[in-house]
Each structure stands twice: as C-alpha cells, then as structure tokens.
C-alpha cells in the first residue's frame, strides 16, 4: 500500500512542448503530493506540491494536477525549456514520503 | 536560512570499515528522513526521526544500520561493516512538521572498495 508508480520512465521533448508525466498511488491515507526536480549530482529539489483536496495548482509553466477517485496525479511542464532537463520524482506523504521511481526528462533545443 | 548540510560530499570506505554520514537540518526543523538512492533510480526511505526519537525505521535494513537526532547536534546515519552493496547516495532531508515540504540536503556519495 506504499507504493508510487510514475511513468513514463524517460521522455523527450522538443523546446516549447509540453511534457506530461504520471503518476498513481495507491495508499488512501497519503494527504500530500510534491514532486521534486533533481540534477545529476545534486539533491532533489521541492518543484511544486498539492493536497487532494485540490484539483489542479499551477505555478508558473508547474501545473499539478490531481484526480482524488483514480488515485492518479501528473505534472504538465508548459513550454519546456532546455534547462528543464532533469530527472522528476513525485511522492506521495503521510508521515514521511515515497518517491516514484523518476522520469529523466531531455528537452530538446 | 542556510539549506539542509551534510557531510562529508563524498566518502571512500574499504569493506568492513564505518561509515558516518551527519545531517544538520534547516533551522527550525524537527523532522529528519534518511533516503538511499542508487545509480539511476529511485528515493528509498530508511528512516524517519524527531528529535531524539526514531518514528519509522521501516526502510532501514536489520543489521548494521543504525540514525540517530539527538538533541544537540545533528543528525547520524552510521554503517557499520560496510560492503560494496552499501554504495550509493544517501540523502537527508528535514522539514518542520510532518506532511508538509520536506528539503533535502546535496547528498552523501559513499564508495565502498
């Protein structure tokens, strides 16, 4: 019941497109969902977050959005930029969090 | 507000050493997570402590892991006896309260020759 599946496993995009990666948990008792940016050799970094008590929150070209029936949520990368290269984990918490096992994203120039 | 520290960056162990990997979390957070990630792929819990206390060790492996927070100073993963499988990144992260953001610090690479 802890588990976080995302797909699609890599992705390729070319510069302005939008880039869309799943995800599907299976735990009810998860009540929140970041996803993390993470870069070779660096540490994931926060991106953007929700709680399933919202449908869809959008920062910037970030959009979350979440559908609490099917236990699924995805990310939306509007207008993906070269620098947007990276691998993409989401999570779902409750007491702590579990990550899915990552999209490396390449946006093409 | 300075970010999540760990160290040491990078750590060479010979099998059958300790190794220590320390976490000070961001100013204000009580809530440490140990994750483990090898080459190319996912975040593995280890475990989950508040000052002084161990919450969840679930993800830990039985033997030879061992975390700690105490209340002064920061937070210890040790490894005891390592072994090449131990290789890999460990990251820690803290947040101020349970569900809600967590940062994670740049990571331990431990190498076990």
């Known amino acids: 019941q802890q588990q976080v599946k995302q797909s699609p496993q890599s992705l390729i995009v070319q510069k302005g497109g939008i880039s869309i990666i799943n995800c599907a948990y299976e735990?009810?008792?998860?009540?929140?969902f970041p996803w993390y940016q993470q870069f070779p050799g660096k540490g994931p970094a926060l991106l953007i977050a929700i709680r399933p008590d919202v449908s869809e929150k959008k920062e910037g070209r970030f959009t979350i959005s979440f559908n609490k029936s099917a236990k699924q949520f995805s990310l939306h990368i509007m207008d993906s930029q070269p620098g947007d290269s990276a691998t993409y984990f989401c999570?779902?918490?409750?007491?702590?969090?579990?990550f899915g096992e990552g999209t490396q994203l390449t946006v093409n120039p | 507000n300075a970010g999540v520290m760990q160290n040491p960056r990078h750590l060479v162990r010979r099998r059958g050493q300790e190794a220590r990997l320390r976490c000070s979390p961001m100013k204000g957070h009580s809530h440490v997570y140990w994750y483990r990630q090898l080459p190319e792929e996912g975040l593995k819990f280890m475990v989950y402590?508040?000052?002084?206390?161990?919450?969840?060790e679930s993800g830990m492996p039985k033997e030879r892991f061992s975390a700690e927070f105490p209340k002064e100073g920061p937070s210890i993963l040790r490894i005891q006896q390592v072994v090449r499988g131990d290789s890999a990144a460990y990251f820690c992260?803290?947040?101020?309260?349970?569900?809600?953001?967590?940062?994670f610090g740049q990571g331990t690479r431990l190498t076990v020759v």
């Open positions: 735990n009810t008792a998860f009540d929140y």
């Open positions: 402590l508040q000052k002084e206390n161990i919450i969840d």
């Open positions: 999570s779902g918490g409750g007491s702590r969090l579990t």
């Open positions: 992260a803290s947040s101020p309260r349970r569900d809600t953001e967590a940062f």
